[in-house]
């Protein structure tokens, strides 16, 4: 046997060795070829010794045989990466020519002892994606030997232990992977003075002690171009990393605890990667963009990031990832997307973004996009649909879970292509086929196109039909006659094509930040009798609209400017008479007054004045309904609140302020009307109804549709709900025709989903907050359709957004639903969280079908309820209700359990805001994790030890805090 003319018998023998070793054969290799003219295999010139062994992807399976090291004594480069080789690593020992070992993507399972001795002029050593070796530690025979070393590969090759001291070891260290791997500890002065470093990754080493970034880098490496640290408990602040490293490429940073990065952080000129995933980063991210990078790739998931992502024309991003940030306070706008012209895919699923989708023609080169869990509202633009039907490149688009309105997008994709745009949990599409919206819909959006598409508008109005269930709009026949916008927060300008809807009878759009002018077309509405744009910003001039339109345009600074010399209303004839009267009949009540100046003439003018205006004046409550004139409710005599009642004939209920009447307007509308009981003469609660409930204006929330307030009789009109209250589908004992029976688990489900939206629209839905604080089933009403609406606002808690204490004395609320800081203030201080603990409790009521109390027996008896709850749910079984269940309820089901047992832990602070249990109502089951055993009204530990999950008291829904102190019911 030949292996032709060589200049060593050990090689020869060894190169036959290895032939037979490897399977397949490596081609042209063969005993009767000369050993150098076989492919990968190269000899040095003239002394014919094997130089270079380059084998790589040649699927070879197999060992490498032992004894290379003393066979190829002269080996300088061994490649046989991305194989299948097995068995152990060979043995290099005392090879002092070999300058680069590559042995990456293949099965070795152990390294022999002193493998790497005696090294000295190695320059590469690449072991990485070698899954099946055994853990090992750093091998000191390199450190010792080879200070030549400049690429160091080892990610995923099970390495444990300590990192070498790089700069002392390895001085020239040029790239250095160490990542996926299980280091426990770097030491101190690791990578000072690496003059040459331009690669570093340390990433997936989680057991790692906490560490802060190695600023010995900053002081040296220079020609740093990719950083990957990633999951390697780094913590605290960053240095300007684009200061300290102008080179900068690829930047991966992400599942960190980062509390700080600088602006200008990420502004190097080159960089094209960025990952800052769960890294807990706050702040603005408005800086990382200014100096407009050419960014290939930017992952921002699952932070805490705030403001702004600021719009770009020349960022040029291909790949765009800001998944899962779940509502941590990333919120904004995304149009920066929009003019990313080099945009491939987008990955914003997960996040708070709110606005429309923006126009998409540019983004040709679109392939994916992903948007679906943001709050985004308003059409899908036609530009992005076009981009999936031959003007761009769109393969895979999401959007469900959004509240996204109008037409179905039609997406035409590849083949291979994918789309979800939901099923209208969420979004709320006007239909579920691909066809327009009925022309009022499509009104109204446009309406609601120039207020930017603001959510709560999004939230309230879904489907086809705007005279179903739509908040702020009121129909006759089927035709809109009110559009009530008041105090909506709302920005943007009055839509011209509010005259499009041609029977539009009264238009409030009062106390919002409104700019723009008033469209000159609406004069052409026919039917117009009432338009309040008063209290915003909007200029230009008013229109001439005709004489019977009662025209608002008051606290518009520009319109005071501009139009001096206009009348703000119309004025009927009779008006300037009964002025110069009025003022006459001022002038001597005021001398009057000046004559007497003591109180019982003051008393004595008073009631003269009562005579003369009406049977009774309260001058507290007349100067509340100035206050809230804009409202317009209409103001019932009692004779009429008698008459619609029949004499009080139909009672529905009784509540603790009052009887609940069935009634019917004079064009036959029914009602219900509270009348107050005098024990209520302070008025207290009266005032606290109608102030709280007009300034609401939400498809869970009854409509208040006027009053009556003479005196002591005092009664409130609202919208009539056809199933009456919930309480009466809870308790089967109080429940003859067993009517909770008909209700089945995804109807209770969206009874349930359906009044935490209406609390969080009290909490957080519009200029000032509601604190209801006497949440319980007798206070929700059903309508038709089984849509609960939360009613009797009488304890209610009205609060500016800026406010922080509204102090009381005593305790409010209805037993079996107080919350226990009412009780006592050691628990912490009353604030919306005591409206989510009452929440909790009447929902574990619903789920379970029976009260949290016995009525019979001392307070602490309601304490077992949700010990009973806890213990079913701790055995796996079910809710006291006797319905069939499939195993998706059977989920659905623990779900809500999860989150009312979160909503009555003790301490506020460990609740969740109503918000965030929407959240977790609407998300899956694996996402709510599992709640301690609430122990009521006693201290407890800190649930911090039980769960990850975190409810900040700093979250702004939180932040307000308000005591009661009121006597119990």
Not at 11 to 28: Q, V
Not at 83 to 88: A, I, Q
Not at 474 to 497: A, K, Q
Not at 915 to 943: C, F, I, T
Request: net charge neutral; proline share 6%.
């Amino acid at each position: 046997m030949s292996l032709g003319c060589v200049k060593s018998d050990d090689e020869g023998a060894y190169m036959l060795k290895l032939l037979n070793a490897l399977k397949p054969t490596p081609s042209s290799w063969s005993n009767t070829t000369y050993m150098c003219d076989w492919p990968g295999v190269s000899c040095k010139f003239l002394i014919g010794r094997i130089e270079d062994i380059v084998l790589r992807s040649m699927s070879l399976t197999g060992t490498v045989p032992s004894g290379l090291n003393d066979s190829l004594t002269h080996l300088t480069h061994l490649d046989l990466s991305n194989n299948n080789l097995s068995g152990p690593v060979p043995s290099l020992a005392n090879l002092t020519f070999l300058q680069t070992v590559i042995l990456d993507n293949n099965n070795f399972n152990s390294i022999p002892h002193a493998c790497f001795h005696a090294l000295t002029s190695l320059n590469t050593l690449s072991l990485s994606n070698n899954t099946k070796l055994l853990p090992w530690n750093f091998p000191t025979d390199l450190t010792a030997h080879s200070s030549q070393l400049q690429y160091l590969h080892l990610y995923s090759t099970n390495l444990m232990g300590s990192v070498p001291n790089i700069s002392h070891f390895f001085p020239a260290m040029q790239s250095l992977y160490l990542s996926n791997n299980n280091l426990s500890s770097i030491p101190q002065g690791c990578f000072h003075n690496l003059t040459n470093l331009t690669a570093i990754s340390l990433a997936n080493n989680t057991n790692l002690p906490p560490w802060t970034f190695p600023l010995q880098l900053t002081h040296s490496s220079l020609q740093l171009s990719y950083l990957f640290l990633e999951a390697t408990n780094l913590m605290g602040s960053l240095p300007n990393l684009s200061h300290f490293f102008p080179n900068l490429i690829t930047v991966s940073l992400s599942n960190n605890n980062l509390t700080f990065i600088p602006q200008g952080c990420f502004q190097s000129k080159d960089l094209k990667v960025l990952n800052l995933s769960a890294t807990n980063v706050m702040g603005s991210l408005t800086e990382i963009f200014q100096s407009k990078p050419s960014l290939q790739t930017v992952v921002l998931s699952n932070n805490n990031l705030s403001g702004f992502l600021p719009e770009s024309r020349e960022s040029k991003i291909a790949t765009l990832h800001l998944n899962d940030q779940k509502g941590k306070g990333f919120s904004g706008p995304i149009d920066v997307i929009s003019n990313m012209i080099d945009l491939s895919e987008a990955w914003l699923q997960g996040n708070s973004f709110t606005g429309p989708i923006p126009d998409m023609s540019r983004c040709t080169a679109l392939q994916d996009l992903q948007l679906a869990h943001n709050r985004l509202t308003g059409v899908v633009p036609d530009s992005l649909i076009s981009l999936s039907r031959g003007q761009g490149n769109l393969r895979r688009v999401s959007l469900n879970n959004n509240f996204l309105q109008g037409p179905m997008p039609n997406f035409v994709l590849y083949v291979d292509g994918d789309v979800n745009v939901g099923d209208n949990t969420a979004n709320a599409f006007c239909r579920q086929v691909f066809e327009p919206c009925d022309p009022r819909v499509t009104t109204l959006l446009e309406v609601a196109s120039a207020f930017g598409y603001p959510y709560l508008l999004a939230r309230s109005w879904p489907g086809n039909n705007p005279c179903h269930n739509w908040s702020f709009v009121s129909c006759n026949g089927g035709m809109i006659t009110t559009v009530n916008l008041t105090r909506l927060n709302l920005n943007g300008t009055i839509s011209p094509l509010f005259a499009n809807l041609t029977h539009l009878q009264n238009l409030y759009l009062s106390g919002n930040n409104l700019n723009g002018s008033i469209p000159e077309n609406l004069t052409s509405l026919r039917q117009l009798k009432n338009l309040d744009v008063s209290n915003n910003n909007l200029s230009g001039k008013i229109p001439s609209f005709s004489s019977g339109v009662n025209l608002n345009t008051k606290y518009n600074p520009l319109f005071d400017i501009q139009n001096p010399f206009i009348e703000r209303r119309i004025p009927h004839a009779w008006i300037p008479a009964t002025t110069a009267a009025a003022a006459g009949i001022g002038g001597l009540v005021l001398l009057v007054i000046v004559i007497c100046n003591r109180k019982r003439c003051l008393s004595f003018l008073q009631r003269i004045m009562s005579k003369e205006t009406g049977p009774f004046v309260d001058n507290e409550f007349e100067e509340f309904m100035k206050s809230y004139g804009s409202l317009m409710l209409r103001r019932y005599n009692y004779s009429e609140v008698k008459r619609m009642t029949n004499s009080f004939q139909d009672k529905l209920g009784r509540g603790g302020y009052g009887i609940v009447y069935k009634a019917c307007l004079s064009d036959g509308c029914p009602v219900a009307v509270k009348v107050l009981t005098e024990s209520s003469a302070s008025g207290e609660e009266f005032i606290n109804e109608v102030a709280s409930i007009s300034k609401t204006s939400h498809v869970n929330i009854v409509s208040l549709l006027g009053f009556c307030y003479e005196k002591h009789k005092r009664a409130l009109i609202y919208e009539f709900m056809s199933n009456g209250f919930l309480d009466k589908f809870i308790y089967k004992q109080e429940s003859p025709n067993n009517a909770f029976c008909s209700l089945d688990w995804n109807t209770l489900f969206q009874i349930t989903i359906d009044i935490a939206r209406g609390l969080e629209y009290l909490h957080r839905g519009y200029s000032t907050r509601i604190l209801h604080l006497d949440i319980k089933p007798q206070n929700i009403l059903l309508d038709e359709d089984f849509c609960p609406k939360i009613a009797d606002f009488g304890l209610a808690k009205i609060c500016k957004k800026k406010e922080s204490i509204v102090s009381f004395l005593g305790t409010r609320g209805t037993p079996g639903y107080i919350a226990p800081e009412v009780f006592s203030r050691t628990f912490g201080k009353v604030s919306n969280k005591s409206d989510v603990y009452s929440f909790g409790m009447l929902i574990l009521e619903l789920m379970g079908g029976r009260k949290n109390y016995d009525t019979g027996e001392s307070l602490t008896s309601e304490m077992y309820f949700p010990d009973w709850i806890y213990k079913d749910l701790e055995e796996q079984n079910m809710l006291g209700r006797d319905l069939a269940t499939t195993e998706e309820e059977n989920d659905m089901i623990k779900k809500i359990t999860l989150v009312s047992l979160w909503c009555i832990q003790t301490s506020p602070s460990d609740r969740p805001s109503i918000n965030k249990v929407v959240e977790m109502l609407k998300g899956p089951l694996p996402s709510v994790p599992y709640p301690p055993k609430p122990v009521l009204y006693a201290p407890q530990v800190s649930v911090s030890q039980f769960s990850r999950i975190s409810y900040s008291i700093t979250d702004e829904e939180d932040s307000q805090i308000v005591e009661e102190f009121v006597s119990i019911k």
